[in-house]
């Protein structure tokens, strides 16, 4: 299982979100990264990679790093280490990255001051790069926390629009 949790305090007193492994086999818990401020981490169905969210001066990017060989010892990963980091704007928030079941996209809750959507990326693991494929606006309403349907065809989301929450497809 990966997750994220706070770690102990930086020399600046602040606790930051990592990224750990935990082996069920040993009972053993591994860090995977050092100092990201990573959190919400989801791994590609083909196990090769992480992604997640790192919270950082005011915005919350989204990032991609390659998987440890979680069979050999872990040096954890830092920010100089990661195959993609996606920044997002002043101000702006990406929450809940999900790989699609194929792992060629991903779809994410994006906040800016004009509310909160979904966006949907592809992701091309030859040359590292995301590109914007499109967006579903809450019109007023917030959508998040989106989910693939198993066959990749559709998203799950969770939408406001009648002032409470429910899932939507």
Do not use: C
Request: proline residues 5%.
């Amino acid at each position: 299982v990966v997750f994220a949790r706070r770690s102990t305090s930086n020399p600046h007193g602040a606790l930051l979100h990592d990224l750990y492994y935990y082996d069920f086999a040993t009972e053993k818990e591994h860090r995977l990264s050092k100092g990201l401020r990573a959190e919400s981490v989801d791994v590609s169905p083909d196990g090769k990679y992480l992604l997640f969210t790192i919270n950082e001066a005011g915005k919350r990017d989204m990032a991609i790093a390659l998987l440890p060989d979680l069979s050999k010892k872990i040096k954890p990963f830092t920010d100089t280490d990661l195959l993609l980091r996606f920044p997002a704007l002043p101000h702006e928030q990406y929450y809940l990255p999900r790989w699609s079941p194929d792992g060629n996209k991903i779809a994410v809750a994006h906040h800016l001051r004009e509310g909160r959507g979904i966006r949907i990326y592809s992701f091309d693991a030859n040359t590292s790069t995301l590109t914007f494929d499109r967006e579903f606006d809450g019109k007023r309403a917030e959508l998040r926390d989106p989910s693939w349907s198993a066959d990749g065809k559709s998203l799950y989301v969770s939408n406001d629009e009648s002032g409470i929450a429910n899932i939507y497809k």
